[in-house]
């Protein structure tokens, strides 16, 4: 054994063969980021994620099912739906912002849920590329029609 | 069943699977929906044409599953944010996911009649 006589303490075991000119070897902590982690790592993406699936899911919550009772439930449910009502609706800037804060958060909750699904269940890279290419060019279509819709909405179409 | 599979999964492995599968179904039908919101643009008579296919006893049935599945995802999701959030909530995850269960049978038989109502009494006579 290598230890020091001046040590007060005693080392044994597989640590008993280390002194400051023959220190242990370093284990870097499990996940810390170093210049050899991949760029797309080096942010707290997954993280950020994560918290807004549950803050967009508790708004949605009450956006959604306040949606559902007024459009299904209240005043004759589905049967009463006709451009007419669209334009009543929307005459109000309160309906137009609930109705485009529900789509936009709408969507972006259901795209990185998707692209959740993608990640675990497309094994194949180009797979995974392809789809989560069709996933976003969907969504920013969707999100910007929307919004173009209920920013140009007109009632005097015709 | 699956041959050479032993796990069968309880309460938490059902209730991410059904999360995921509502998931999945309510982001297509908002995809649609958005499509067919849309023709408000195009003109009232080509809205009111696509709207009316939602009014049909068929679409009325795919209505309430949809009904079904967006209750299911929100109250399962509160219930995500218990587990993550609340000190208790990984201690108490089946006790909510009954909970869960018994809030939406309630609201799905509310739901019965609003959605379900005028369809059925076209298809069985009023």
């Not at chain 1, 995974?128 to 999100?143: D, I, N, Q, S």
């Amino acid at each position: 054994m290598a230890t020091t006589e001046s040590s007060s303490v005693e080392l044994t075991g597989s640590s008993a063969g280390y002194s400051p000119e023959n220190p242990a070897p370093v284990i870097e902590p499990p996940r810390a980021r170093t210049q050899k982690t991949p760029r797309a790592s080096r942010t707290n993406f997954e993280m950020h994620g994560w918290l807004f699936m549950r803050l967009s899911g508790i708004v949605l919550v009450v956006l959604v099912i306040g949606h559902l009772v007024l459009q299904l439930v209240l005043d004759g449910g589905v049967q009463k739906i006709n451009f007419a009502f669209v334009a009543g609706r929307w005459a109000s800037p309160f309906w137009q912002i609930w109705d485009l804060t529900m789509l936009w958060l709408a969507m972006l909750h259901g795209a990185n849920g998707l692209r959740t699904i993608i990640n675990d269940y497309a094994e194949r890279d180009t797979t995974r590329f392809w789809l989560k290419m069709l996933l976003w060019t969907a969504t920013v279509f969707t999100v910007l029609l929307g919004t173009l819709v209920i920013f140009t909405f007109d009632p005097n179409i015709r | 069943m699956p041959a050479g599979t032993l796990y069968r999964g309880r309460e938490g492995m059902w209730s991410w699977v059904a999360h995921r599968v509502t998931g999945v179904l309510i982001f297509f039908f908002l995809f649609v929906h958005v499509l067919d919101t849309s023709l408000v643009r195009v003109s009232p008579e080509a809205y009111d044409d696509v709207v009316a296919t939602y009014k049909t006893p068929l679409v009325a049935l795919m209505e309430y599953g949809l009904v079904a599945a967006i209750l299911f995802h929100a109250l399962n999701g509160l219930r995500v944010v218990a587990v993550d959030f609340w000190s208790k909530g990984t201690k108490y995850q089946r006790h909510m996911l009954w909970t869960v269960m018994a809030i939406w049978i309630v609201l799905m038989a509310g739901a019965l009649y609003p959605v379900l109502g005028h369809a059925a009494s076209e298809v069985f006579g009023s």
